[in-house]
Each structure stands twice: as C-alpha cells, then as structure tokens.
C-alpha cells in the first residue's frame, strides 16, 4: 500500500525558509523509474508542480521558481524534503508531495499526499 | 492564467451526462503528450481519475471516461450522482514550459 504524507510548519513569516518533508512507504525511491514530486495549490486556486526528483537523484525545478527551491531524498529514511527560500504571502498554500508514474509522454501522479496547509505571514 | 483552458464550472442533474473540455496547444496536448485527470473532492488531495487520456486506475467507476483530439481532451462522467460534486483538473505536459502544466480546474455541481 502506497502512502505520502507531508509535514511542516504551518506558519512562516515572510523572507524566512520554508522546510517541508515528504515521508512516504509503499515504495523505495532507490527502485529503477521511481520518482516524487512536490506540488502546491493556492487556496481556491489550481495546482502548480514545483520540483520533482528521481530515482538516480536527477532533479527538476519548475522554471519561475528555480532559484528559490532546493529538493533532496534520504532513500534510508523513505523521505522527500524541499525547501523553498525567502518565502512571501503568494507562498500561502497547500503544499502535496506525489509519487509519478508512467511514461515520458505521459507522466502522472498515482498517489498524493494528504496536503500540508502553509500560510505565510508576519 | 493556466495553459491548459478548462471551464470554470459545469453542472448537471443526478443521472445526467456532463463533459468537461480541457484545451491546449502545439506544445502540450498537441504535441503528443498524454491528458490525465483528477478529481478534488472538499477538502481533499486530487485523486487520479483518468491517465493516459482514456485509462481509468483500478476502483474507479466507469462512468467516467476521457477522450483526447488534437490540442484538446474531455472528460465525460454519465449517470451523475451527488458524490460526483467535487473540482476537476486536467494535466499533462508542456515543451515551453519544459514541466507539468495543470488546467485551472472545472467545479462540477450536481443539481
């Protein structure tokens, strides 16, 4: 049975880091073709994915936040942790961690965390 | 501005079939690159509904079905029924944007 769940804080103040970590079972991050991805969701807003590592330790960021976003894997300890620098209030989100499978054409994501609720303010 | 275009919301009433259209571009949909679709029910995580544009995972009715042409896909839920009220994003993957894009969500409302 396949599980994610992210911790984290639920407040940050503005310019502070934000650190999130993704702990999940069900499956190992060591394994050929695995692959997690962090994803957040504005309130009342769409979703939008954020960084995405693999396997092999490759890592992707999404372009307009490249520089503020740090992704790693601890395979021993099954956990995904991003972190996201100088934080603001457009930050305020769910923030969800996903495992991705599928193909290069056709890559999605089969199971989800439950969410974590950051809100960003002073 | 999400790239792919969904309709802000749909309705229906119990028993009814609705579409909910998902259009893109040259370089997402039209490009080759698989739709999938999730559902969002209250206060929950999106759950994968539809993957690889037509395929439904294990546990999922199916009265919903998904279908993809040219730069633009639909998903189609028939028999609709109250528990089927939830918010429902497309996504698949964009070559400008070398990354994952999500349409901006469809809230379904059954009368």
């Known amino acids: 049975q396949v599980t994610l769940k992210e911790s984290g804080p639920a407040l940050v103040k503005p310019r502070q880091t934000l650190t999130l970590t993704c702990t999940f079972s069900?499956?190992?991050?060591?394994?050929?073709?695995?692959?997690v991805i962090w994803i957040r969701q504005p309130p009342g807003k769409a979703l939008e994915w954020l960084a995405r590592?693999?396997?092999?330790?490759?890592?992707v960021y999404t372009t307009s936040l490249k520089t503020r976003l740090t992704i790693s894997k601890d395979t021993s300890k099954n956990q995904v942790v991003l972190t996201m620098t100088n934080m603001d209030p457009v930050d305020t989100a769910t923030y969800y961690c996903?495992?991705?499978?599928?193909?290069?054409?056709?890559?999605?994501?089969?199971?989800w965390g439950q969410g974590t609720l950051v809100t960003v303010s002073s | 501005q999400s790239v792919l275009t969904q309709p802000p919301s749909v309705s229906g009433a119990p028993g009814q079939r609705v579409t909910i259209s998902c259009t893109g571009s040259s370089s997402n949909i039209g490009a080759g690159f698989d739709v999938h679709w999730y559902q969002q029910l209250p206060g929950t995580a999106p759950k994968v509904l539809i993957y690889?544009?037509?395929n439904r995972p294990s546990g999922v009715p199916d009265r919903f079905s998904g279908s993809k042409s040219g730069t633009s896909a639909s998903l189609a839920i028939t028999g609709l029924q109250a528990e089927d009220e939830a918010d429902y994003y497309c996504q698949s993957y964009d070559n400008n944007v070398s990354g994952w894009v999500f349409g901006g969500g469809t809230k379904l409302t059954v009368l």
């Open positions: 690889g544009n037509t």
């Open positions: 996903a495992r991705i499978r599928g193909w290069s054409s056709s890559w999605f994501f089969d199971y």
């Open positions: 590592i693999d396997w092999d330790d490759y890592k």
């Open positions: 069900g499956f190992s991050l060591s394994t050929s073709e695995m692959r």
